[in-house]
């Protein structure tokens, strides 16, 4: 059983090993505004012949996250900065909204380090 595979064959057997591999990028959050968890983190596998994107349901990831989760949605209304409508948009959201833990969820992966040795 593995994590993920690449369509260059590549494969990584955990979540962690995914994450820590240095060949990899995210790239942004495709939002899913009906399911939060049903919303895809893109990511680029950069190595030479290959730099295709990845993508992973968010949810695979949300157990990261030990915060408050908000029960009102803020898109669209003043309050919103309009994070989660750009894909590639990493930054935090200040916002008591629901869709505001799902931004640390996406700092979480991006600060997470990286393996070293394996680059």
Not at 48 to 55: A, I, V
Not at 72 to 78: A, C, D, H, N, S
Request: proline letters at 4%.
């Amino acid at each position: 059983m593995s994590f993920k595979k690449c369509i260059c064959g590549h494969v990584w057997a955990s979540r962690e090993a995914f994450m820590s591999d240095p060949n990899i990028k995210l790239l942004g959050y495709q939002v899913d505004f009906e399911v939060l968890k049903e919303g895809y983190f893109l990511f680029n596998h950069l190595v030479s012949g290959c730099q295709t994107t990845l993508s992973i349901p968010a949810g695979i990831f949300f157990n990261f996250y030990s915060g408050p989760i908000f029960a009102e949605r803020l898109v669209g209304t003043k309050e919103c900065e309009g994070h989660c409508l750009r894909g590639d948009d990493l930054q935090r959201c200040p916002q008591k909204c629901e869709c505001a833990f799902v931004r640390e969820v996406l700092r979480i992966v991006a600060e997470w380090p990286k393996n070293k040795s394996a680059a």
